[in-house]
């Protein structure tokens, strides 16, 4: 029989034939479902499951081709407008298909086939039905999780269809096994799978019980040791000789004596040692009072590591393990020397700014290396609960220190290298503001008496030296980045990543597999660099090489093999560079790194309006309206004639481009437009135009002259404020890139068009 009917869908609850539910529903399209039904339906609908419960969003292929019929026995609307549902479960329909309901197209239709089950009981039926009532008295038996009132249910019917239908609504089974149930027409099938399950459940109770006998014996058996125990100490009292626990109390309080700490400390210290001492040994208080014993004690107060002060011997090991990074190196090293001679002399707490991948972290651990002091890294990226950096007070469950005596306990001396990790991913909300608590920790005129919520006892922090790294400066809180030393990490050129990945990443990576003998030649090199990566540092790059040296070592490759075959198509090509009119380079520069990008200017028919795409900020949008203005201003452009729009595109992918360094491209971009004359594709523009049309300085030149170089731009121009730059870039780029210093628009607009 087919019958067209309104759909019920529950995503968290099933609905078997003979099984009667009540739901209170406070969707509205479900409440428009019961109404429809009780009033179009003869109060009947279809109850559907989708196939994947925690999708938000659900569409047709997300809806199943079975559901059950369903009986709508009451409705009641309650003073809160919710609908109290009573449901009973008639029938498994097949459904043909979905479709909308003319009167309220949210409501779906459903169009169904009702199934019949042939009456006559096989032999095989019989079987199965007797299987499963045996296992259910069994199971019935064996756990309390099901009720015994199902025995009168089952008598009640001889049908298999019935009873196996009857058994799964008893049963605790998940959401996910009672869809398959609902969705199995096959009495037999239906039969057999809960045969099966029952087993399963009985194999567990009884793995169950044998676990809870086993740990029953297991407590008798604590007991029995702790009574024995508790004899031996009364004949050991008797005896006169001390117990394990007050040979522990003596040594607690030799450590105690031999610390360097002020008497308030001591004397807190003492305090707890007596609880430790008077707390029975069966009150669970007494191993919180232990951990904290064992905690403060094993606090490095007086182990310090004696730290290496020769520059050569500093040097050799940060040149052996990083390329370049000159203005890290000669910083530690000055801290080096200026320590030797005063031994007195403040840390410096320094903050490595760059790119991913461009070795911020690893010549922290270095520096741990070449200064011989002991290594701990904790990562803030995403921390917002402050507490745990400064540890949870001991009323709390599972109390622990925070990070900051972590690191010290682990590395066992007062004096470590500890680098907190991207501290521009920090977040400030209701759980605490971990920037604020970086200051008490990182200022040499407050950590000599740093207290830990756990510890409750000052330490003294001024001993370490503390390293943080972060991608974008301006991300770190202003209040913190006060009490910061700077120091800046370049982007990589692409000679630099040649000389890493020959002197650092392939030895290393070979050294690893074994394979000291394998070589990768220069051009292979370079042909990854340039074809296969696009980050400023070279994080990419070492897993692309750990890649292709495992390929070689593998398939016993011992010339140059063939990247295509390992790494796929290049995903970067410089070959058939196009001059296209109304389109010029730009360089923009992100904590991700930097990235050459084409502004794209286009005149489309329509009444004068500027339309701009891609993803740009604020700041930018305000540059291609100076850019505008200033033309309109100086004749560039007819306005009052010229009946075409202006369409502006910015080819982003990579990162949010913002900022006013893209305004002169943006200028260039219009003014190849209007002369219909391209631009040469090896040339790129830096530099932010005004009102007036004077190029102005921009920010992080090196970076961009970098991602330049890196994107074969052989010709860039760039406002001549920034000449005093110059010294900053690498010579190698300077002998590749011709740089043509710019004062206005003017300038410029002479060189390209009225050549």
Do not use: W
């Amino acid at each position: 029989m087919d019958k067209n009917l309104p759909v019920l869908l529950l995503k968290k609850l099933s609905l078997l034939p003979t099984q009667e539910v009540r739901l209170e529903l406070n969707n509205e399209l479900s409440q428009n479902v019961i109404e429809v039904a009780n009033t179009k339906f003869d109060k009947k609908v279809v109850v559907i499951l989708p196939k994947n419960s925690l999708e938000e969003s659900l569409g047709v292929n997300d809806l199943p081709e079975v559901g059950v019929l369903a009986q709508i026995k009451s409705c009641v609307v309650l003073p809160n407008s919710n609908y109290r549902v009573v449901l009973k479960g008639l029938n498994r329909v097949k459904i043909k298909d979905y479709t909308n309901y003319a009167a309220n197209k949210s409501i779906l239709i459903a169009s169904t086939h009702l199934i019949y089950i042939e009456n006559g009981e096989t032999v095989e039926e019989y079987a199965l039905k007797k299987k499963l009532i045996s296992l259910l008295n069994k199971y019935i038996t064996s756990s309390t999780e099901i009720s015994n009132s199902i025995l009168s249910k089952i008598k009640e019917t001889d049908s298999l269809d019935i009873l196996t239908d009857i058994i799964v609504n008893f049963m605790h089974f998940p959401m996910e096994k009672k869809l398959l149930y609902m969705n199995e027409f096959d009495e037999c099938k239906r039969a057999k799978m809960l045969i099966k399950d029952i087993n399963v459940e009985l194999e567990i109770i009884t793995l169950n019980n044998k676990i809870d006998n086993e740990l029953r014996t297991s407590f008798e058996q604590e007991q029995k040791e702790y009574l024995i125990k508790a004899k031996i100490e009364k004949l050991n009292e008797e005896l006169g000789i001390k117990s394990s626990k007050e040979q522990e109390i003596a040594s607690y309080i030799e450590s105690i004596n031999s610390l360097k700490l002020n008497e308030k400390s001591k004397k807190k210290l003492m305090q707890e040692l007596r609880r430790y001492e008077y707390t029975p040994n069966n009150n669970p208080e007494l191993s919180v009072i232990h951990n904290y014993l064992e905690t403060v004690l094993s606090l490095p107060y007086n182990i310090s590591s004696k730290e290496e002060t020769k520059a050569d011997k500093i040097s050799k090991v940060l040149d052996k393990t990083h390329y370049k990074m000159d203005n890290v190196k000669t910083r530690i090293i000055e801290y080096a020397l200026l320590k030797a001679k005063n031994p007195s002399l403040d840390n410096p707490v320094l903050c490595l700014i760059g790119s991913p991948g461009v070795g911020k972290s690893t010549i922290a651990k270095s520096i741990a290396e070449a200064l011989k002091r002991e290594f701990y890294k904790i990562s803030v990226g995403g921390l917002n609960d402050s507490s745990e950096l400064t540890g949870h007070r001991r009323t709390y469950l599972g109390a622990a220190p925070g990070k900051i005596i972590e690191a010290i306990l682990k590395c066992g001396t007062n004096n470590p290298v500890i680098l907190i990790d991207e501290v521009d991913k920090m977040v400030k909300d209701y759980k605490g503001d971990p920037a604020s608590v970086l200051l008490d920790i990182l200022d040499n005129n407050q950590n000599q008496e740093f207290i830990d919520n756990y510890i409750e006892e000052p330490f003294d922090l001024s001993k370490v030296l503390f390293i943080l790294t972060a991608n974008d400066v301006n991300e770190i809180p202003a209040v913190l980045r006060d009490r910061l030393e700077i120091i800046n990490i370049s982007n990589y050129t692409s000679l630099d990543k040649k000389d890493i990945a020959i002197n650092y990443l392939i030895p290393n990576i070979c050294a690893k597999y074994n394979a000291k003998k394998l070589t990768i030649s220069e051009e292979i090199v370079n042909k990854i660099i340039k074809e296969y990566t696009l980050e400023p540092g070279v994080r990419e790059l070492e897993r692309l090489l750990d890649n292709v040296i495992r390929h070689m070592i593998i398939n016993n490759i011992k010339e140059d093999p063939n990247i295509v075959e390992i790494l796929g198509m290049p995903i970067i090509s410089y070959e058939n560079k196009t001059n296209l009119v109304g389109q010029a380079n730009i360089i923009g520069v992100s904590a991700l790194g930097g990235a050459l990008i084409k502004v794209s200017s286009i005149m489309v028919p329509m009444t004068y309006d500027t339309n701009i795409t891609g993803n740009i900020g604020d700041e930018l949008r305000d540059s291609i309206k100076i850019v505008m203005s200033y033309f309109k201003s100086n004749g560039y452009m007819d306005y009052k004639k010229s009946t075409n729009g202006i369409h502006i595109n910015f080819d982003t992918h990579r990162f949010k481009l913002d900022g006013s360094s893209g305004s002169l491209g943006i200028a260039m971009s219009l003014a190849s437009l209007i002369h219909n004359k391209p631009i040469d594709s090896n040339i790129a523009f830096l530099g932010s135009l005004d009102l007036y049309g004077r190029i102005n300085k921009v920010s992080k030149l090196r970076e961009k002259v970098i991602t330049a170089y890196n994107n074969n731009i052989t010709q860039l121009f760039i406002p001549i404020d920034n000449k005093i730059d110059e010294p900053s870039l690498p010579i190698e780029i300077l002998k590749e890139i011709n740089i043509m210093y710019i004062s206005s628009f003017e300038e410029i607009y002479k060189i390209i068009f009225k050549k």
